[in-house]
């Protein structure tokens, strides 16, 4: 298992723009696919994006063209790249870490290890 550790969540204003970034210390970290997920208030956790070991990219339909997920294998860093949010991008945002098959990328169950979550908070 590999730890992980979210940052870069913050107030931002909508339309603007943010990074949040997940640490992945260890040497395994290429052999892993990462996620980004988020959980909002009165709402279940959704899949936003994922990138495989291959760094083959995944998003959801409510952040294409918005989000890119990437990763620097060098850094043992994974980016979420946030622009032009809007209030309905308020959550909290959680990195995991697995091997899942491409038709499981989506499914949080298949992430075996999590991090903490970083939060982000869109005013209008």
């Known amino acids: 298992q590999v730890q992980l550790v979210e940052s870069g969540g913050v107030l931002v204003q909508s339309r603007g723009s943010l990074r949040p970034s997940c640490v992945a210390p260890?040497?395994?970290?290429?052999?892993?696919?990462f996620a980004w997920f988020r959980h909002a208030p009165g709402k279940e956790r959704e899949f936003v994006a994922a990138?495989?070991?291959?760094?083959?990219?995944y998003h959801a339909d409510p952040v294409k063209g918005r989000f890119s997920i990437s990763r620097d294998n060098a850094k043992n860093t994974v980016y979420l790249e946030m622009n032009t949010l809007d209030l309905e991008d308020t959550a909290i945002y959680y990195c995991?870490?697995?091997?899942?098959?491409?038709?499981?990328?989506?499914?949080?169950?298949?992430?075996?290890?999590w991090g903490r979550g970083t939060q982000v908070t869109v005013s209008s």
């Open positions: 995991a870490a697995g091997r899942p098959i491409v038709s499981a990328l989506r499914l949080s169950s298949i992430y075996n290890c």
């Open positions: 260890g040497r395994s970290f290429r052999e892993y696919s």
């Open positions: 990138i495989r070991y291959n760094s083959a990219t």
